[in-house]
């Protein structure tokens, strides 16, 4: 695997395979690399000829308190773990080249951004599509993969691509979890013994409200479900059961995902299940 820093070095790899005709897999990461990132690496492999993951934690997308400077780290670990899984080059962007002092340019997006995270952390998706559309600009990829569990993430990635006009696909994998349930999340370290027990009432939560539906209870009451079924200890940003297109509250009988939002101590984790998905 070849490890490349430099901005203009990765766009030239990127022209002249482009050139040789070699179509792109992109794989954006933020590091501390779990089985879910490496099914993105694997799906990537899969479309297209060369892989190309990065990792760089970027700072725009965390507010101030948010967890930036404490995000975990495994930068030996990473390497390995992409090397085992097939990718091709890691590009390490330096953070000046992608952030040159009096940086002021930003992809800001509305309507279902505003929503849910956009609502309990306000600059998130603008940091989110910023670094995205920059990656999008440097590397030009044929196809990018994302993961399910940041379904919002992936909605507002998939309006840029429509708004701006890219050329990539964007290829959506699902959420892999951990045997008891718990969905892989590089903030799962951070939880302590008891407090990963509590979290396994999140996929419980959605698993039950998801089976309610799939026995015709109604949305509302399977919302009331899952909202019931999660730990007491865990403080709630939200659990609702939407359309997965517009992030509007679901509707009977329409596409359904359940997505939750809150802390478990000091952790803030985020699951979402399909509850119901509409054929075509
Ligand atoms: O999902 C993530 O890890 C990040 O939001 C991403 C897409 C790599 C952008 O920094």
Do not use: W
């Not at 990127?14 to 179509?23: H, I, M, P, S």
């Not at 990537?44 to 930036?68: K, S, Y």
């Not at 969905?183 to 979290?199: D, F, G, I, T």
């Not at 009988?253 to 000091?266: C, D, K, N, S, T």
């Amino acid at each position: 695997m070849k490890l490349i820093e430099s901005m203009a070095e990765i766009r030239l790899m990127c022209d002249a395979l482009r050139r040789e005709g070699k179509r792109i897999g992109l794989v954006p990461t933020m590091g501390y690399l779990h089985d879910g990132h490496l099914t993105l690496v694997n799906r990537a492999r899969r479309a297209a000829d060369v892989v190309i993951a990065t990792i760089f934690v970027n700072p725009t997308q965390f507010a101030a308190g948010e967890d930036l400077s404490t995000y975990p780290r495994d930068p030996d670990g990473d390497r390995r773990k992409l090397e085992e899984a097939g990718c091709d080059i890691l590009y390490l962007p330096r953070h000046d080249e992608i952030y040159p002092d009096g940086f002021a340019s930003y992809v800001t997006v509305e309507g279902l951004a505003l929503k849910y995270e956009g609502a309990f952390r306000p600059t998130h998706f603008r940091g989110v599509a910023t670094i995205v559309a920059k990656f999008f600009n440097i590397m030009n990829p044929d196809v990018a993969v994302f993961g399910r569990k940041d379904a919002q993430q992936v909605a507002v990635i998939r309006q840029v691509i429509r708004d701006l006009s890219y050329g990539v696909r964007l290829i959506v994998e699902d959420t892999v979890r951990e045997p008891d349930g718990l969905a892989m999340s590089s903030r799962n370290v951070y939880l302590s013994p008891e407090e990963r027990e509590e979290s396994l009432s999140i996929s419980r939560a959605l698993g039950a409200a998801r089976d309610a539906i799939a026995g015709g209870v109604p949305v509302d009451e399977a919302e009331h479900l899952l909202r019931a079924t999660l730990s007491p200890v865990i403080v709630l940003d939200y659990a609702d059961i939407i359309d997965p297109r517009t992030f509007e509250h679901g509707v009977d009988g329409g596409e359904l995902l359940g997505i939750f939002a809150g802390r478990v101590g000091r952790t803030r984790l985020i699951d979402n299940m399909v509850m119901s998905a509409v054929e075509g």
